[in-house]
């Protein structure tokens, strides 16, 4: 199963938005362009279409700094006793040396605060070694990671990602009732496989994600996730089925905690009922809880969250994507929108007008305010919760 149990993503942006030192970064990143340049007969057509395309990035993220007028509105909800917290995470980061501008953002501290019940120094543990994994795996270059046989893979373990739910986040689909382990082993490995799913997460939080905030106007960084499990029972738990389980949940909840909204498991027969005591044992509790098992009349618990014209016929919705042969192999969302693209290209999910709305602990707005997001972190530092923030 490889799906995000706490699936889905995004180099995180920096409290400070776009500062000089970035530019310094790019000016260094632009001479060691060039002298890529004079040797690129000898390397890879792909390095350097990844070369091109992060020169691009920067180029239009340098042009976004001078158009402020058109950047995206996106509402970004931050309670008071969580902001004061993030701000206590982040400064013990930052003594320890753990903060690499890339990770420096709100949401990623808060995520991983939330995985330790907000005790700051386990948080502080997990996110040590969540920096120490992505340096072995090699995860900042992970894109460069080419899995040819991803076409093959789909036929024998369907899997893709189509529309949004009705909070805007992505949805995420594995038929897994579908899955044909014995010839799937045939056309790729555990370790390939599993490096795969890292790409994607990441890939969910480079464009996905960013992609989904300025479709819906809100902050998303989670997902919905659907697992049709029809006809799967113990015959399919092999050995390694079970392997790869507990592997890519380490991974996951390691190192991309609380990315999960909730996950549909649906045509849940005897035969899976009986397995699901034996899968929810390789589970935390907090995610466990955010999973629901249905039958096979679930049809309308999915409309109630993902619109008819977002979610595939076969699911209970109203969407075919025949234009793209169908909903499994158009991929379809915000991400796949060439404007939304670009907008996600020049910052704007991170670096965009923010709306901001700082919420007490009984929920009440007690602040609303438009700012970009280079001045969160001043403008919301603040000792007294009962104050008006802004």
Known sequence: MSGPVDRSGRPGAGFEGFTHDDEKEES???????????????????????????KFRRSLRRKSKKKSGNLASIEDIRDVQELETVERFRRCLLDGGLLPERHDDYHTMLRFLKARKFDIEKAKHMWSEMLRWRNEYGVDNIEEFDYTELNEVKKYYPQF???????????????????DANKLVKVTTLDRYIKYHVKEFERSFQMRFPACSIAAKRHID???????????GLKNFSKDARELIMRLQKIDNDNY????????IINAGQGFKMLWGTIKSFLDPQTASKIHVLGSKYQNKLLEIIDESELPDFLGGKCRCEESGGCSKSDKGPWKDPNIIERVLNGEANYGQQILAISSTDGKTISYTKLHSSAIRKKLVMPQPNLHLM
Do not use: F, M, W
């Open 28 to 54: 260094k990143s632009d001479e060691d362009n060039s002298e890529g340049d004079n040797k690129a007969k000898k390397g890879s057509l792909k390095k350097r279409a990844i070369s091109a395309g992060n």
């Open 222 to 232: 989670s997902s919905t996730t659907i697992l049709d499990v029809q006809g799967v």
């Open 257 to 264: 905690p609380e990315t999960l909204c909730c996950l549909y």
């Open 161 to 179: 990602y189509h529309g949004v739910d009705k909070e805007g986040r992505p949805v995420y689909v594995e038929l897994v009732g579908k899955v």
